[in-house]
């Protein structure tokens, strides 16, 4: 799926397309006495808009194949259960019995981003007494396969019956999500297994060992499995959109140069599988680019937000930057193919569709995010060593980047397009400052012209925005969140301004200046470390006590991981440690109540002794910049500033040790294995690195 420019923007958390109108009413398929209904319940799917919930199913990723189940393991076509394959759903129902039985659930769980295990037993006629005598196993892969073991601890042989009934609709993941799946489509017998026809695609399923019968008209495959005493028998299911037999592979597969094999370990026995998790989420979530297959880019989320989405590509791009440039370059190409074509005073922004920005705000435009992050994640991919190659290439669209900014901003404020005519977003005043500042240095050192013109316009936006963006209170002050064409300046604090603590790298292990001054930004830390902002579990979206405050908002009240991370490492690197470390720890508990795969974002309700958070009904996970946060959240615990084209690598750890001894290895800076380890008193160690590179800070 290559980026282009969406139509419209999905509503917040929502799939990434829907076909308009109401629910379609499901009527049965002729020749099908027997029809199921996919995608909904008894009354049908959700109305229009109305996202079935997710937060309860197991999702396995390996995208372009994904897998979404309930936890009792039987796939019955409800809600968005099935098996995908590039946004299509190929099989909604793979029922199992057993001697004419049900299975009795008794676990399901994740094994990996991309498999899933399920646990059950049967009861039959045959069982001695209370304890079953035969168990079953399914494990499910998101690449389209999936297998059923039976074991028996019976003292005697068993025959027994076992049928797999299969059905699908072949719909679109979007309309599945909008309850307009549609009836369950005839099937037929083909070769060892099942085939089903729709419009502009079709879906096979075959099964080893070949069933003894097949009945087209109900979609059920049979065996006759005899069990020896203490035996087993394996089916196993391939599911499939062609005739190849070969299943899907995705990018994280194929091509493991893109994610390097990195490790944590510490004192705290959680950092490891925090830090492996968010690796393979993270890997099972990149796509290829289909005009350019050996470019891979960071899909959104599953399951909603599998299409291109480029600002938030590129932040995942680079937050993994300690683990790979390689990941970024590939990303900055994909992205740089869609810049817009010069129409003037237009030259240079980058497409994305709006997004919701809370009851305060209007829809903000991720296409001038996307455009203001391109310099920012080729100046530090260049700092972390990319290669002056591919720096060379991807320069002219940087600058046009900066051009652009430069054009639109003037000498004063950006203002982004949208319907609020005027409005000056602080949010994206970080941005832009972050991305001329650092845009400066990149042109300097690359010896391009520009460089003092962004300098320049970037030292007169601090200067405005210290005075006009400040709202003086008796608690001591706040950022505003937007000024208004008139002047007025909008109060509400949320998780945006975390953003202005997010400065960037610079040369030398610098980091760039912020737009508050020293006071401004001791205030701030105050305020994002407070209860109003700080839940326990992380940084709401918006602080308790503001109006329209929701702890379910996506930006009006929940957590998201992503503005906790930014808030953790710029609140670190402004030496705000304490405030740092709890919103650390707050994410870090969180993560173990998720199974350590953490959602893009989770409700802002308040911590307390007997709670746990409550999860989003329609929060992607995995998502792509929750998975790379783990990486940002982590590494900003070593505080690792390389400079690569000076050979240097400087180490800014966090002093008070909040999670207490840390390793990280398989790390890279100049294109060099990197690992560093933080002792429990706060102390930085290099034990491994290039040999040109130089320890410096």
């Not at 309860?56 to 409800?78: C, M, R, Y």
């Not at 569709?353 to 001038?368: E, K, Y």
Request: with cysteine; glycine share 12%.
């Amino acid at each position: 799926m290559a980026f282009k420019v969406p139509p419209r923007a999905p509503a917040p958390g929502g799939p990434v397309s829907t076909a308009p109108g109401p629910a379609r009413r499901q009527v049965p398929a002729p020749g099908l006495p027997d029809a199921r209904r996919i995608g909904g319940g008894p009354g049908g799917g959700p109305g229009h808009g109305e996202l079935p919930p997710v937060h309860s199913a197991l999702i396995s990723v390996a995208l372009p194949g994904l897998v979404v189940s309930a936890e009792h393991g039987q796939l019955t076509g409800h809600g968005l259960e099935g098996f995908y394959q590039n946004g299509r759903r190929l099989l909604a129902r793979c029922q199992l019995k057993v001697a004419g039985r049900e299975p009795i659930a008794l676990q399901g769980r994740p094994i990996s981003a991309d498999r899933a295990r399920f646990s059950a037993v049967v009861r039959t006629p045959s069982d001695s007494g209370p304890d079953p005598e035969i168990a079953i196993e399914r494990v499910r892969r998101a690449d389209g396969s999936e297998r059923i073991t039976l074991r028996s601890a019976s003292p005697r042989p068993l025959r027994l019956p076992v049928e797999i009934a299969l059905g699908t609709d072949l719909a679109e993941l979007g309309a599945v999500a909008a309850g307009r799946a549609g009836p369950e489509l005839p099937g037929s017998v083909h070769d060892s297994g099942m085939r089903w026809t729709g419009p502009g695609a079709h879906a096979v399923v075959s099964a080893q060992p070949p069933p003894a019968d097949a009945l087209a008209s109900a979609g059920v495959l049979r065996w006759d499995v005899e069990l020896p005493p203490g035996g087993s028998y394996t089916i196993e299911l391939h599911i499939r959109s062609d005739r190849a037999d070969r299943p899907v592979r995705s990018p994280g597969q194929a091509a493991g140069q893109a994610l390097p094999l990195a490790e944590a370990e510490g004192d705290d026995p959680r950092v490891a599988p925090l830090f492996q998790s968010g690796l393979d989420d993270l890997r099972a979530l990149l796509v290829r680019d289909p005009a350019h297959p050996a470019d891979v880019y960071a899909a959104a989320g599953v399951p909603w937000r599998t299409g291109p989405a480029p600002a938030e590509a590129l932040w995942a791009a680079r937050m993994a930057l300690p683990l790979t440039t390689r990941l970024a370059a590939a990303t900055l190409r994909a992205v740089a193919r869609t810049q817009l074509p010069d129409t003037g005073r237009e030259l240079g922004p980058l497409p994305g569709p709006v997004r919701d920005a809370g009851p305060h705000l209007p829809p903000s435009c991720t296409g001038v995010e996307a455009t203001l992050a391109f310099p920012v994640v080729l100046a530090e991919a260049r700092r972390w060593g990319l290669p002056e190659s591919d720096v060379a290439e991807l320069l002219p669209v940087a600058e046009r980047c900066l051009r652009w900014l430069r054009t639109s901003a003037g000498g004063g404020y950006l203002v982004e397009p949208g319907p609020a005519v005027g409005l000056v977003r602080a949010e994206t005043q970080a941005h832009a400052h972050r991305a001329a500042v650092l845009g400066a240095e990149l042109l300097r050192e690359c010896g391009r012209p520009g460089a003092q013109e962004c300098a320049g316009w970037a030292a007169a936006l601090r200067e405005r925005f210290r005075e006009e963006f400040w709202i003086e209170d008796l608690a001591g002050g706040r950022p505003a969140a937007a000024r208004t064409a008139d002047g007025r300046l909008v109060p509400p604090l949320g998780a945006g301004a975390a953003h202005l603590l997010d400065t960037g790298l610079l040369g030398a292990g610098r980091l760039a200046p912020g737009l508050l001054d020293k006071v401004q930004t001791e205030q701030l830390a105050r305020l994002l470390g407070s209860p109003v902002m700080d839940s326990g579990w992380g940084l709401r979206g918006l602080g308790a006590k503001e109006p329209g405050y929701n702890p379910f908002g996506h930006r009006a009240g929940a957590v998201r991981v992503y503005d906790t991370a930014v808030a953790v490492t710029g609140l670190a690197a402004a030496g705000y440690e304490k405030e740092a470390s709890a919103l650390l720890r707050g994410v870090l508990d969180a993560a173990e109540t998720f199974g350590y795969r953490l959602p893009e974002m989770y409700a802002g309700e308040q911590r307390t002794a007997d709670s746990a958070p409550l999860p989003h009904p329609a929060a992607c996970r995995p998502a792509a910049v929750a998975a790379a946060s783990v990486v940002q959240l982590l590494t900003a615990l070593a505080g690792i500033r390389p400079d690569a084209p000076a050979g240097t690598v400087a180490l800014a750890p966090v002093r008070s040790a909040p999670l207490g001894a840390v390793r990280l290895s398989g790390l890279s800076v100049a294109g060099e294995p990197f690992a560093v380890r933080v002792s429990r008193l706060g102390v930085g160690m290099v034990e491994q690195a290039a040999a040109r590179l130089q320890l410096g800070g």
